[in-house]
T-cell receptor, first 114, second 110 residues
Framework: KAGVTQTPRYLIKTRGQQVTLSCSPI?????VSWYQQTPGQGLQFLFEYFSETQRNKGNFPGRFSGRQFSNSRSEMNVSTLELGDSALYLCASSYRGSGDSPLHFGNGTRLTVT | DAKTTQPTSMDCAEGRAANLPCNHSTISGNEYVYWYRQIHSQGPQYIIH???NNETNEMASLIITEDRKSSTLILPHATLRDTAVYYCIVDGTGGFKTIFGAGTRLFVKA
């Protein structure tokens, strides 16, 4: 079974631009979560989608948004990029999105904002 | 804040068992204990999880105390490739808002 696929793998953007990252979950998984990882803050939860609905949201500004499509694929968008948005963005899928359902992570998109 | 407490780092000799402890004293009845690991520049990898009983799979064993306030991940025969950051987290039902702490950096030495 194919794992979680994130594209692109690397991205370089300029301050003020916007960016869209893509995540294809494991087939059959309905929950997709997004995380930001930086050396200073570690892994931080952004949001989680289940059956096209955002169920949980972390403490990030409104510049960070996401969506999930009917095939469970998900995108996240960051508008008006800031230098501090440079990070590894990780997507994880889960079968049920509930307690007895492990997260399966992709290898992330490394975003550099200059 | 993370609901778990783990040592910052640990060393283990190659071929020996690595025992990674985790405290989760505020765990509630419907929360599972999960272990993940992250090797540099890769996404975290799921290892094992459990609710009350001890669990074993091809990668590791998970020992949960009877009061569920702590657990231990056991890698029975550590190899150099097991060098990674290991995260212990607790999570319940109703959708994930998983909070990762700093984890334990395990160094496996030859």
């Amino acid at each position: 079974k194919a794992g979680v696929t994130q594209t692109p793998r690397y991205l370089i953007k300029t301050r003020g631009q916007q960016v869209t990252l893509s995540c294809s979950p494991i087939s059959g998984h309905r929950s997709v979560s997004w995380y930001q990882q930086t050396p200073g803050q570690g892994l931080q939860f952004l949001f989680e989608y289940f059956s096209e609905t955002q169920r949980n949201k972390g403490n990030f500004p409104g510049r960070f948004s996401g969506r999930q499509f009917s095939n469970s694929r998900s995108e996240m968008n960051v508008s008006t990029l800031e230098l501090g948005d440079s990070a590894l963005y990780l997507c994880a899928s889960s079968y049920r999105g509930s307690g007895d359902s492990p997260l399966h992570f992709g290898n992330g998109t490394r975003l550099t904002v200059t | 804040d993370a609901k778990t407490t783990q040592p910052t780092s640990m060393d283990c000799a190659e071929g020996r068992a690595a025992n990674l402890p985790c405290n989760h004293s505020t765990i509630s009845g419907n929360e599972y204990v999960y272990w993940y690991r992250q090797i540099h520049s890769q996404g975290p990898q799921y290892i094992i999880h459990g609710l009350k009983n001890n669990e074993t799979n091809e990668m590791a064993s998970l020992i949960i105390t009877e009061d569920r306030k702590s657990s231990t991940l056991i890698l029975p025969h550590a190899t150099l490739r097991d060098t990674a950051v290991y995260y212990c987290i607790v999570d319940g039902t109703g959708g994930f808002k998983t909070i990762f702490g700093a984890g334990t950096r395990l160094f496996v030495k030859a």
